[in-house]
Structure formats: structure tokens, C-alpha cells
């Protein structure tokens, strides 16, 4: 596969070799992943365009973190996860990963401004710090004017351009979305994406984002899906 490697980058930010992942039901077993390669590029975001039940959302939990892989080695800035202790796992997570989902989930009881606080200030920041980070990152994304604003006040776009913000709030090295504007009309989903995009640009993240949406997949710097439970890269 063409990993289409940035000249002046040393290392993929994420890297998946031989990836392999199979499920057991009764007597038969079940083979979603069979030696996946994946290597992302800081600055580079990969649309990753399949049919439901393909084993999309189980790439990017194994990419995450979130689910170990019965082959092969995720390698996260150029360290390999699979020895390491839950522990570290889970720092690795919170601190080089960012997570975007269909539905924002963010908490109703505060504003934007504190769902974007609350990663950073979780991670040990001030809330001074984490005030200023999170103000401006809800600016670059339009938000600017709806820091104050909960969730309900919020329309779908703007919520998950809130989640964006939370996502990328301790600066990850990674970005991974599941469908993110699978639950907006077609105009809003354009102009998340639109923001998504540009984000992962202006900031050097390797993005990894699921979608069915293929005009939106085009925006992306590269194209790949899954084929018997292999990544092909597509036009």
C-alpha cells in the first residue's frame, strides 16, 4: 500500500502492521482483520470508506487502543502498544489520541467552553490554561460566540464541532472519527468535515476518519477500505 510519506517526516504518527483480528461464534470463526497495514502521516487524514460490518469500527478501536488485535503491532509515534501495561495504554490514549464519534456525547450540565476544558484540565493543566486553549479552539472552529452555550443550545453541528474541539484539546498526535457527520443533513455534515479538515492541517494530526459519505471522502488526502479484511488504497 502507498503510504505517500511526507518528505520531511521521519515516522508515521500511527502505524498499523499486520494487523489481525477474528471473532469466535460457536465452532466457526469469524476473520474481520487479516494483516492490516496502516501508517499515517502528522498532517495526513485517511478516509476509511466500507460497508457496514466490513470491521471499520474495529480497526479504529484497535487503533485506539481500545481493543487489543490477536496479530500484529500498533505503533503510536513510534511506540509499539502491544507489551505495554493498561496503564500506559490508557495514557497513551489520553494524551496521543483524540476520539470522534457520530454522536458528540458531550456533557449536558456544562458549556462548550467547559466540555473542552475538562480533557485538558483532567490531564493536569490550570484551569487558567485550559480556559485559553479551549477558548481558541472553539473560535477556529466558529465557535466563538457559543463558549457559554450548552449542549441543548447548541445545533448538531455546532455540537460536534464542540467534539472536535474536546477531541484535539491535549493536542494528540492522533485523530480517529467513526462517522462523525453520520447525523447531520448533508450542508452541516460539509461544513464539519469542511472544519475537521482543516484542523488536522493547520495542527500536524494524522487523522484516521470512518465514512460512508464519499463526497466528503474525496476532501481527504487519501482513500482506503476494507477487502477481505485487508486495507486497499482507492482513487
Known amino acids: ?67 487489543h488485535p490477536d496479530g500484529g503491532e500498533v505503533y503510536v509515534d513510534g511506540t509499539a502498544t502491544s507489551t505495554l501495561s493498561d496503564a500506559e495504554r490508557t495514557r497513551i490514549r489520553r494524551t496521543e489520541i483524540g476520539f470522534v464519534y457520530q454522536f458528540h456525547h458531550l456533557l449536558p450540565e456544562f458549556s462548550a467552553l467547559e466540555n473542552v476544558m475538562l480533557p485538558q484540565m483532567i490531564r493536569g493543566l490550570s484551569r487558567k490554561e485550559a480556559k485559553t486553549r479551549a477558548s481558541e479552539l472553539l473560535s477556529y ?21 464542540v467534539a472536535i474541539a474536546r477531541a484535539v484539546a491535549n493536542a494528540p498526535r492522533v485523530l480517529l472519527a467513526d462517522e462523525p457527520t453520520g447525523n447531520l443533513d448533508p450542508r452541516t455534515a460539509s461544513h464539519v468535515f469542511g472544519a475537521l479538515t482543516q ?35 482507492v482513487d
Open 141 to 161: 472552529l466558529g465557535l466563538g460566540e457559543r463558549l457559554e452555550h450548552r449542549p441543548s443550545q447548541l445545533s448538531g453541528g455546532e455540537q460536534q464541532r
Open 1 to 67: 500500500m502507498s503510504e505517500q510519506r511526507p518528505a520531511a517526516e521521519k515516522e508515521p504518527a500511527i502505524f498499523l502492521h499486520a494487523i489481525e483480528r477474528r471473532y469466535h461464534q460457536g465452532v466457526a470463526t469469524l476473520e474481520i482483520l487479516t494483516g492490516v497495514e496502516l501508517a499515517v502521516w502528522p498532517g495526513q487524514s485517511v478516509a476509511l470508506i466500507a460497508p457496514s460490518g466490513t470491521g471499520k469500527s474495529t480497526l479504529l478501536h484497535i487503533a485506539g487502543l481500545l481493543e
Open 199 to 233: 484542523l488536522v492541517r493547520a495542527s500536524g494530526l494524522a487523522a484516521v476518519v470512518a465514512t460512508h459519505n464519499l463526497e466528503l471522502a474525496q476532501r481527504m488526502d487519501r482513500r482506503v477500505t476494507l477487502q477481505d479484511g485487508r486495507l486497499v488504497e
